[in-house]
T-cell receptor
Framework: GESVGLHLPTLSVQEGDNSIINCAYS??????FIWYKQESGKGPQFIID?????DKRQGQRVTVLLNKTVKHLSLQIAATQPGDSAVYFC???????????FGKGTSLLVTP | ETGVTQTPRHLVMGMTNKKSLKCEQH?????MYWYKQSAKKPLELMFV???????ENNSVPSRFSPECPNSSHLFLHLHTLQPEDSALYLC????????????????FGPGTRLTVL
């Protein structure tokens, strides 16, 4: 079946470095993608989204890149801070409205 | 805080117990959702409500029974659960369902950590 997955289950980076979290998807009909952040003891929190008619979108310290040719999505976090330590999920929507297909998540650990 | 609260935050129950999870949203949203988050598995959508009407029941066993008395409150009634039902149950809300390709951002509560013995 269609799936959304993450290349790496864990990522450890030093404070101040840039982080890159990757995600692969298989549904070519997906037209909307979201990155969520989930801190310990909390629910997922929206970070940034991108539509399939774009290949890059920037937010505050975060950038999402979309490569539709290879069905790959990435989240870049600039100058990673301890508060960025969390699990990061990608999710895709195929235009059906509310239904999201979530990846398993990558755990980001920021070390001092 | 996201404006979505869930109680209790932790629940331990036996397989013969009956319990309920509660979700309340203070955002004036019209749509509410229940998700299941198991260890090492992606989030799974269980139920969707729009204006108190259920619009999706995603092949969830009948031992999970949702209830949406109004657009601000959502319950998940649990009975005769199995140990494999142990998970984090997340509630979310959005302004509307976002049909026709327009996605409405979903705001998640902190979840209820459920353990079935």
């Amino acid at each position: 079946g269609e799936s959304v997955g993450l290349h790496l289950p864990t990522l450890s980076v030093q404070e101040g470095d840039n982080s890159i979290i990757n995600c692969a998807y298989s549904n070519s009909a997906s037209d909307y993608f979201i990155w969520y952040k989930q801190e310990s003891g909390k629910g997922p929190q929206f970070i940034i989204d991108i539509r399939s008619n774009m290949d890059k979108r920037q937010g505050q310290r975060v950038t999402v890149l979309l490569n539709k040719t290879v069905k790959h999505l990435s989240l870049q976090i600039a100058a990673t801070q301890p508060g960025d330590s969390a699990v990061y999920f990608c999710a895709e929507n195929n235009g059906s409205g509310y239904a999201l297909n979530f990846g398993k998540g990558t755990s980001l650990l920021v070390t001092p | 805080e996201t404006g979505v609260t869930q109680t209790p935050r932790h629940l331990v129950m036996g397989m013969t117990n009956k319990k309920s999870l509660k979700c309340e949203q203070h955002l004036g949203h019209n749509a509410m959702y229940w998700y299941k988050q198991s260890a090492k598995k992606p989030l799974e959508l269980m139920f969707v409500y729009s204006l108190e009407e259920r619009v999706e029941n995603n092949s969830v066993p009948s031992r999970f029974s949702p209830e949406c008395p109004n657009s601000s409150h959502l319950f998940l009634h649990l009975h005769t659960l199995q140990p494999e039902d142990s998970a984090l149950y997340l509630c979310a809300s959005s302004q509307d369902l976002g049909r026709g390709g327009a996605y409405n951002e979903q705001f998640f509560g902190p979840g209820t950590r459920l353990t079935v013995l």
